[in-house]
């Protein structure tokens, strides 16, 4: 029950009042891409690229466009491997905010031949099995974006 | 660096606090923690307020919380180490005494989680970690983040959701008997199996809740410290550590890297090589039944995948090998994020200076106390001992 002329509502539950806050916040964040636009390029052609460092050879995935042990940005983009070995995985069923349009849906962890481990959605209807091998693939995700995911290989 | 002591500690309940905003929780805290030490504000020289917000409406919470509880015009500043934010509030009232800048210093943890509805709470946890990388297009969760700890752990031990549920059973049970816990019930192993799913193979009884709260330390330097109680409880060492942002660079989902960095920094300091051995009690941070049995391991209080045996012949409750978390955890006495570090330090010095009801005292031999407070997924360790 709201109070006259007052954003005050009484708690469902334990009947205390609570002053509704009347600005409401919309926060959406603007990242800047520009010096890793090449991995979306890559995603464009279906292809999963990552940064490698010229001088130690370190790859970075997530990318990243300086690589802080040689303190240099000479980066060489390479394609990553697709087949993956599943380390970790997890079923959301309590879903965020911002994610509640969705079923529930799989998430892994899993490493690639380069050593580097790679996090994304599994799609699959079975619950996967950790050391399971997936397969590393560009789709689309519920919004039309291009992202990344894995689908177990059998 | 000068020694630190614990002289004055408060604690509010913790659970869904309608019936207080956060600045009159961070008070009861405040003014309690005051009282214990037989101090006034104006003998305060600085104060921290661990708060990591967004779901509470005040952006400067360390001068909200300072006007209100009439600590205006010491210096003060919010820490924010995610669900460590605690540990670390008390450890920058620790480093400004031990470097000689303050002689009293204070730190409260707070939070307000209550603040926002649920749904919006899991999307600000569920962004804790990596956003941009690991969230923005995969919608994990912060039980999501354990729950791949979970299944790697659950996959190489072979360890099944039963025994997880063994730690929710002990904590619920201590929480039973603390009254400021949010959780006053027990529990059995069926109830947590039967429990619904949050983030498979994690269900809600294996979760730590969503809760309000406040705790509140007051530190001393040696010399006041003496003057000011006959039972100081010292800061002995503190061990600090970071992890990865994304989990994609964990190396494997066994343990937490940061945890056992902070831990081997602390036992260095306090000289401590044999934990279940020197240590009377222990709170860690089990947001959900699996951290806790990594926080076994990663502490030294078991070997690597011997850490579920522990719980499995209830050697972590009061009498056993190492008592862990006998006011509840973060399970059953409750996480409110910034208050939980902190409150972990008011049941140690509690349990320290034998002030506890029996049936959770722990039997305190060597008079040695541990903390263990992680922040986000092992992306950040503060473990601290605390002695007579």
Known sequence: MRLENLPIVKDEKDCLPLFIDQRELILKYQIPVSDIYPFFEGLKEGKILAPKCSTCSRIYFPPQSVCPFCKKSEMQWIELSREAQLLAFTQIIVKPQSFQDEGDYYVGVARLKEGINVLARVVTDKRPRVGSKLRLEVTKNNKGNLVYCFVPID | ?388
């Open chain 2, 1 to 388: 660096m000068q020694k630190v002591g614990v002289v004055g500690v408060g604690i509010t309940k913790f659970g869904k606090r309608n019936d207080a905003n956060m600045n009159l929780l961070a008070w009861e805290a405040i003014n309690a923690a005051l009282q214990d030490a037989g101090i006034e504000q104006k003998d305060v020289d600085f104060f921290t307020v661990g708060n990591a917000g967004v779901w509470s409406e005040e952006l400067l919470p360390a001068v909200t919380v300072g006007d209100y509880a009439g600590l205006t015009p010491k210096g003060t500043m919010r820490v924010e180490a995610a669900c460590a934010t605690g540990s670390a509030a008390i450890r920058v009232a620790y480093q400004s005494i031990a470097s000689g800048s303050a002689k009293i210093a204070l730190a409260v943890g707070v939070e307000k989680m209550y603040g926002v509805p649920v749904p919006t709470v899991v999307e600000l946890i569920g962004r804790a970690g990596n956003f941009f990388w690991e969230f923005e297009n995969f919608g994990l969760t912060f039980p999501g983040y354990y729950a791949l700890y979970a299944s790697a752990y659950m996959a190489k031990y072979e360890v099944k959701e039963e025994d997880l549920a063994l730690v929710s059973v002990k904590n619920h049970y201590y929480g039973s008997l603390n009254p400021y816990a949010q959780f006053q019930k027990r529990v059995s192993v069926d109830e947590v199996m039967k429990s619904k799913y949050v983030a498979y193979p994690l269900k809600l009884l294996d979760s730590s809740p969503i809760t309000d709260g406040a705790a509140a330390v007051v530190l001393a330097s040696e010399e006041l410290a003496r003057k000011l109680t006959d039972t100081p409880v010292w800061i002995k060492a503190q061990g600090v550590a970071s992890g990865s942002s994304n989990l994609s660079k964990r190396s494997d989902f066994l343990g937490l890297e940061a945890s056992v960095e902070a831990s081997r920094q602390a036992y260095k300091a306090a000289g401590i090589e044999e934990p279940t051995k020197q240590i009377d009690v222990a709170t860690v941070h089990d947001c959900f039944t699996i951290a806790e049995i990594l926080a076994y391991e990663d502490l030294g209080f078991a070997k690597r995948g011997e850490g579920i045996r522990l719980i499995r012949e209830e050697q972590t409750y009061k009498g056993g090998l190492i008592p862990v978390n006998l006011d509840g955890g973060l399970k059953a006495k409750g996480h409110p994020i910034g208050a939980t570090g902190v409150g972990m330090a008011v049941e140690a010095v509690k349990q320290l200076r034998r002030e506890l009801p029996s049936t959770r005292q722990a039997d305190i031999k060597n008079g040695v106390a541990l903390t263990h407070n992680v922040g986000g997924t092992g992306h950040f360790a503060y473990v601290t001992i605390y002695s007579l």
